[in-house]
């Protein structure tokens, strides 16, 4: 789908206009021409890209959707690559997509190439059909309230992976189970992901901000430095969330381990309780019938019930022995 608006000042929007007029259309100073691609097929969108005299290598860069968020200059344009990232969880597992989010920024026209929806530049579009001053600012502002609504985007994720983590450190002191370690992974994975998208995106806003550019105002350069902010306050709410998750799954080992130290704490007891309980009756067990030999006092009633005795007084006097050197 193609869609597209153009604006000047004291008239109506224009909408879906003809790719025949955008040459025309950005000969006008005092216009703004926004062309939004979604999910078009290239070769519907190359002919169109290439009547706005785009570079052939910026063009083969925005179709073939497999870039890192990075920024071009082109000297009458920007190319600018960013990355948006949506997070859902899914049962014990996270359903992470990240997808590509393309554009040409000119002095007086807005080119958006994606091939999914992306809510960012939704509310954008539909926030410009409400104000018109979101257009009055514009090429270069228009790019701010798209970059600022795709960095917020990040947010609702962020919480919910700040929620989900809450949970998992409460289940791995009630109920720790390998469904826990699962869910623990999954966050990490889902971090290192958002990870690997902000640091870039992180620099391609710094020179936004900070460098000089022939088709961005330097009195709009603080817009991008505000984003900019907001990139590193995610990036250091994720560097949080990821020591969040190694402390719950460090903790998770531990409780693990305590667990089982337990549990060989009580068969070792058992087994110790029980060890010379063997021995008595092993020994004492082959003398109970009558012997051949001259050690028939062996097998009186008198010294079976010393080895009975022996038998329930040994494990009880161990016990009490192993409870005074806090063994148990």
């Known amino acids: 789908m193609i869609r597209s608006l153009f604006y000047v000042s004291g008239e109506a929007i224009r909408q879906d206009i003809s790719p025949k007029e955008f040459t025309e259309l950005i ?38 959707e497999t870039h890192v968020p990075k920024l071009d200059d ?41 091939d999914h929806q992306i809510s960012a530049i939704d509310e954008t579009w539909a926030a410009c059909h409400r104000d018109e001053r979101n257009l009055q600012a514009g090429a270069d502002h228009l790019l701010y309230r798209i970059t600022d609504n795709l960095v917020a985007g990040y947010m609702p994720a962020v919480e919910k992976i700040d929620s989900a983590i809450d949970q998992i450190e409460d ?67 994720n560097e949080s969330l990821r020591d969040l998750v190694g402390g719950a799954l460090d903790t998770y080992l531990s409780v693990i381990n305590n667990r089982m130290n337990e549990v060989m704490k009580t068969l070792t007891i058992i087994t110790t309780l029980f060890m010379p309980l063997t021995f008595v009756t092993g020994f004492f067990g082959m003398n109970f019938f009558e012997p051949l030999g ?35």
């Open 171 to 237: 289940q791995v002191f009630d109920r720790p189970s390998p469904k826990t370690l699962e869910r623990l992974f999954g966050l990490k994975r889902v971090l290192i992901a958002m990870r690997r998208i902000l640091l870039p995106q992180r620099e391609v806003l710094n020179k936004l901000a900070r460098d000089d550019y022939k088709v961005i105002d330097p009195k709009d350069r603080v817009f991008f430095r505000d984003i900019y902010d907001h990139l590193v306050r995610l990036h250091d709410l």
């Open 74 to 114: 082109w000297g009458e344009y920007l190319y600018i690559v960013l990355n948006y990232m949506n997070a859902e969880e899914n049962g014990e597992t996270w359903n992470t997509e990240v997808d590509e989010l393309d554009i040409f920024l000119g002095k007086n026209y807005v080119v958006t190439h994606h």
């Open 294 to 328: 001259l050690l028939k006092g062996w097998t009186a009633t008198q010294v079976f019930y010393v080895v009975l005795g022996i038998n329930v007084l040994l494990p009880i006097g161990m016990y009490i022995w192993m409870r005074r050197r806090t063994w148990v």
């Open 27 to 64: 000969q006008n100073p005092q216009g703004l021409l926004w062309v939004d691609f979604i999910n078009e097929p290239p070769e519907n969108c190359r002919p169109i890209l290439e009547d706005f005299k785009f570079h052939y290598l910026a063009i083969n860069d925005a179709l073939q």
